[in-house]
Nanobody
Framework: MQLVESGGGLVQPGGSLRLFCAASGFIFETAVMNWVRQAPGKGPEWISGSALGRTFYRDSGKGRFTISRDNSKNTVDLQMNSLKPEDTAVYYC??????WGQGTQVTVSS
């Protein structure tokens, strides 16, 4: 199994980023896929999930974050808008059974 994230970077408050996750080595279409972040000095925080045509969001991300997946390409993306400094973290793509990618850093700062 492999999950490879990309798309992180430095963005100013109020800006947008789109994170990408490419998956391989398992049956993607039926997999629960999540985005989880970990800020410095804090524990992991679930952000959003996608499974069987349904999407789920943490309250802090509702209206700002949108998860989308393409089962034909085995990818799951996270569009993040109106970013805040408190969104700064390493963002991980996580397969439902607990397999994590290597993460991509998102820094929101002026």
């Amino acid at each position: 199994m492999q999950l490879v994230e990309s798309g992180g970077g430095l963005v100013q408050p109020g800006g947008s980023l789109r994170l990408f996750c490419a998956a391989s080595g398992f049956i993607f279409e039926t997999a629960v896929m999540n985005w989880v972040r970990q800020a410095p000095g804090k524990g992991p925080e679930w952000i959003s999930g996608s499974a069987l045509g349904r999407t789920f969001y943490r309250d802090s991300g509702k209206g700002r974050f949108t998860i989308s997946r393409d089962n034909s390409k085995n990818t799951v993306d996270l569009q993040m808008n109106s970013l805040k400094p408190e969104d700064t973290a390493v963002y991980y793509c996580v397969q439902g059974a607990g397999f994590w990618g290597q993460g991509t850093q998102v820094t929101v700062s002026s």
